[in-house]
């Protein structure tokens, strides 16, 4: 007799033939071709904001655009900060107040600024060739079952790019609206507070912030809709790893449910061969996991390929982020006339901090779990153990370099790391500011 296995057959693979190579006419066009529609209309506004490079005058005139009024606003604004500090130094304010009056002299807005013409002058094309190889890669993956329930679901990730867009751009216009309307002379300005500027002038100063301010979320928005997008590659691949995994079980519980009759002692040395032979690996089993490791070493490269093109965009997002934070913990001990204008920074904070480095937890998140999976079907199938190594070293080495910025790494204990060490500086700050109270208090 022989012993039957049942099989979990996996999905029609496509041929490498029908796969699309990186570099391809749709990926190169400058609509990319990502799963989603909200995906693809958020990367057509990122060539307009002439943060994504492509082909047509929408990118270029993109770029244009956002240089001149990156360079208008942040000349404008830095020039105010420099006038405000030396004015409250002439009026005898001691130093560290004009200091944080004087949005620290203007330091996170020509951060802002260096961080915009990075990525105007080099980001946008690395960027742009990083998402025509995700778009090839993810072409790929269209013949595997997709997630109904994830969370990382193109569709998903789509609408929550454009949401933090649409709620950056809402609290900023909600902490200017209070200035705008004592500038435009609707209700009386603050006691002490003057201005030498008119109602258009301001205002449209800022909707020009406003659009930098936005423009620098997206800089980090960018990274987080690429680096989601490959995490989503990675639930693919980890879920038919799951069913190669499952696939034991079942074939175990058909072999013992098969009734055994006399004949199969009579034909021991037959039955014998029988089960060598079906003992070894099935072929198609073996060359769907070789296929995913493919597909898993090309989301590997692309996940290098954006973390490197964007590193130094990343590493400056990081420094404003945590000069945000900062400035908001100054607010304890140094309380400001426009509190407003410090606030606004706290959406910039979590979107361009904590935005990258929960996409690198995203990540790190899915290839632990390939990587279980993988333990797990080398321990019940090891005559897999052939296909099952270079993976399972492929997902070592990534579990060791996502989100390394040379610097630091982006993950959510770099978030923990940056809060203790602001929350140190603040108790060094308080006990600073006791002792200054106490010195003053003294007789």
Not at 99 to 124: D, E, H
Not at 140 to 154: D, G, I, K
Not at 183 to 211: D, F, M, Q, R
């Amino acid at each position: 007799m022989r012993i039957r296995f049942l099989r979990v057959g996996p999905s029609p693979l496509r041929s490498p033939a029908d796969s699309s190579e990186p570099g391809d006419a749709n990926c190169a066009d400058e609509r990319i071709e990502l799963p989603s529609g909200a995906c693809r209309s958020f990367v057509r506004l990122l060539s307009a904001a002439g943060l994504l490079a492509g082909r047509g005058w929408t990118p270029v005139v993109g770029a244009l655009v956002a240089f001149v009024i990156h360079s208008v606003v942040g000349f404008t604004f830095a020039i105010f900060s420099l006038e405000a500090f030396r004015e409250d130094q002439r009026a005898g304010e001691p130093f560290f107040r004009s200091f944080f009056q004087s949005n620290f002299i203007g330091i996170p807005l020509a951060m802002i600024y260096l961080s915009l013409m990075l990525s105007l002058a080099v980001g946008r094309r690395r960027y742009s060739r990083v998402l025509s190889e995700l778009c090839s890669v993810l072409k790929e993956f269209e013949h595997l079952p997709q997630p109904v329930t994830s969370r990382l679901r193109p569709s998903t990730i789509g609408a929550a790019m454009w949401a933090l867009t649409a709620g950056v751009t809402a609290i900023y216009f909600a902490t200017k609206v209070h200035t705008i309307v004592w500038v435009c002379k609707v209700i009386p300005p603050p006691v002490g507070v003057s201005h030498h500027l008119s109602c258009t002038e301001w205002v449209a100063l800022t909707i020009g912030l406003a659009y930098s301010t936005v423009s620098f979320a997206l800089i980090a928005m960018k990274f987080v809709l690429a680096g989601l997008l490959l995490a989503h590659g990675l639930q693919l691949v980890n879920g038919r790893l799951e069913v190669l995994a499952a696939a034991p079980a079942a074939a175990d519980t058909t072999a013992t449910a098969e009734p055994v009759g006399v004949e199969a002692v009579a034909e021991a040395a037959q039955a014998d061969v029988t089960r060598v032979e079906a003992a070894a690996p099935p072929l198609s089993d073996e060359a769907e996991l070789r296929r995913l490791g493919r597909l898993h070493r090309r989301l590997s490269e692309v996940t290098s390929s954006l973390c490197s093109a964007l590193s130094p965009e990343l590493m400056m997002l990081s420094a404003v982020a945590v000069l945000s934070q900062v400035m908001l913990a100054a607010l304890l001990f140094y309380p400001l006339r426009d509190m407003a204008f410090l606030l606004r920074y706290l959406p910039l904070a979590a979107v361009a901090m904590g935005g990258p480095c929960e996409t690198c937890q995203q990540l790190l998140n899915q290839l632990d779990a390939g990587r279980r999976l993988l333990l797990r079907l080398e321990w019940h199938r090891p005559q897999l153990g052939s296909a099952v190594g270079p993976l399972l070293r492929n997902i070592e080495h990534d579990l060791e370099t996502v989100g390394d910025l040379g610097l630091f790494r982006l993950r959510r204990s770099t978030l923990l790391s940056v809060w203790s060490t602001i929350v140190t500086y603040v108790i060094v700050m308080a006990q600073f500011k006791m002792s200054e109270t106490q010195t003053a208090g003294a007789p």
